[in-house]
């Protein structure tokens, strides 16, 4: 598979993972194991019919707090095979523990996956040199191109600037989830780094690209997925006005995805959709009718239409 470019700003930027992700919740059955059939098929519907150049699977959306490292490569292996041939396969493999990243990261790359997403660790909040030691060493230890996962709200360190540009000298750290919402440092990491900046806050997506960024990691891309793309495509090829048009018109389910955990509304959604989903795991809860309603009218106010 080749870097997808596009005409007009931001064309000379590579895109290693095309422009737009989707991190893929993880169907499963009612007995809450894996529904691996399931995976496959929604794989299927985000690449063909919501026009992902690449999924993420086992990332947070994907529930990979609660599934064993067995299940992230059973769900790896019915994702690659279902849709490896058309789109590029990440694997979610970020842990607070840098030797049990490293083995996932392995694991993921005999598998077959196509490049990896890697969170900062989370809790036990290293120090910046920590964090280039981490990342430096998941990098080391595959041939895969990695995606860095820079989301403080969640994992409770920033990555700064700094050590982006740091990890950034490594031929193999490609990329940046970037979920700071700090576009002040984002623009200075892509003015100095030849680093892909895909923005990792769908409400975002639109300002990343303007400040130099390539594309999305979404979740409400499970339903917006081909507008979403036009929207992005619309941007690079010059034509803002139609790109801001639908940043607007997206713009409730970008933000209204998140009321509750996204997995929780999406999984909710593609229920009501009749496409694989299922149930959430514990500590997660499923979507309450009142969420469920709340969504149908963030779906109505984008132009979409959740029965």
């Known amino acids: 598979m080749t870097q997808h470019h596009l005409a007009g700003p931001g064309a000379g930027t590579p895109t290693p993972f095309g422009r737009l992700l989707t991190a893929m919740v993880t169907p499963m059955n009612d007995d809450g194991s894996l529904d691996l059939d399931g995976a496959a098929r929604l794989a299927s519907y985000l690449v063909d019919e919501q026009a992902n150049d690449a999924l993420v699977i086992s990332g947070t959306t994907g529930e990979s707090p609660t599934t064993t490292d ?155 997925g081909a507008l979403t793309k036009q929207m992005i495509e619309a941007y690079v090829a010059g034509e803002h006005a139609a790109a801001l048009a639908l940043h607007r018109r997206l713009l409730p389910l970008f933000t209204g995805i998140f009321r509750s955990p996204g997995t929780i509304l999406v999984k909710a959604a593609l229920g009501v959709l009749d496409l694989p989903a299922g149930p959430v795991r514990s500590p997660l809860v499923e979507a309450t009718d009142a969420e469920l309603d709340q969504l149908r009218a963030d779906c109505a106010d984008a132009g979409l239409e959740l029965p």
């Open 70 to 224: 067995a299940e992230k490569e059973q769900l790896l292996r019915v994702v690659i095979d279902a849709v490896g041939d058309r789109a590029r396969v990440v694997a979610g493999v970020g842990t607070n523990d840098t030797r049990h990243t490293v083995e996932l990261a392995v694991a993921a790359e005999k598998v077959g996956a196509h490049g990896l997403l890697v969170v900062a660790p989370y809790y036990n909040k290293p120090p910046q040199a920590g964090v280039v030691r981490h990342f430096t060493e998941v990098a080391d230890a595959t041939g895969l191109p990695m995606m860095a996962y820079d989301i403080p709200h969640r994992t409770g360190i920033a990555m700064s600037s700094e050590t982006l540009a740091r990890l950034g000298e490594h031929e193999r750290i490609v990329a940046v989830k970037d979920a700071k919402g700090d576009l002040a440092a984002t623009s200075w990491v892509t003015g100095r780094t030849d680093l892909a900046f895909y923005c990792g806050d769908d409400a975002l997506t639109l300002p990343t690209l303007a400040i130099g960024g390539v594309g999305l990691v979404g979740t409400s891309t499970h339903l917006t």
